[in-house]
């Protein structure tokens, strides 16, 4: 898979940032991986940063979920190719996306846990 320049620097850009705990605006991500404001908002309104970048202000954003993978991975997740948002792609704080992947979790738990063979619930049910 072939990574455009712009996509290695976001990719370190964000990478150093949330690794020092620094928030940032987007004229210094636009700055920083030489794109253009429209790309940055483009990018940003499709969704294709969601599980990167939060929004915590006017203007300002801190970056997460970036150390824990490679570049390539990086890039394949900010394909646009593939028409692919992230969860809650249009939430702006890190608190609403933790508490949708939150249920999302609990929605699967409680799938499975109906959904488990080896649970007899009819033993301990009396039916009136």
């Known amino acids: 898979m072939k990574i455009s320049n712009a ?41 294709q940063l969601s599980d990167f970048i939060s929004e915590v202000g006017i203007d300002l954003y801190e970056a997460s979920n970036c150390t824990s993978i490679n570049e390539v991975e990086f890039a394949k997740l900010l394909s646009q190719s593939k028409h692919r948002r992230g969860l809650g792609h249009n939430f702006k704080s890190k608190f609403a996306k933790a508490l949708l992947h939150k249920a999302k979790d609990n929605i699967l738990l409680a799938l499975e846990l109906y959904n488990r063979p080896s649970c007899r619930v009819t033993d301990s049910v009396t039916v009136l």
Do not use: D, M, P
Not at 32 to 37: E, H, L, V, Y
């Open 7 to 47: 996509i290695t620097k976001l990719h370190s850009f964000l990478k150093k940032k949330e690794a020092n705990h620094q928030r940032f605006t987007s004229a210094q991500l636009i700055n920083a991986t030489g794109w253009k404001n429209v790309t940055f908002k483009t990018y940003l309104a499709k969704g």
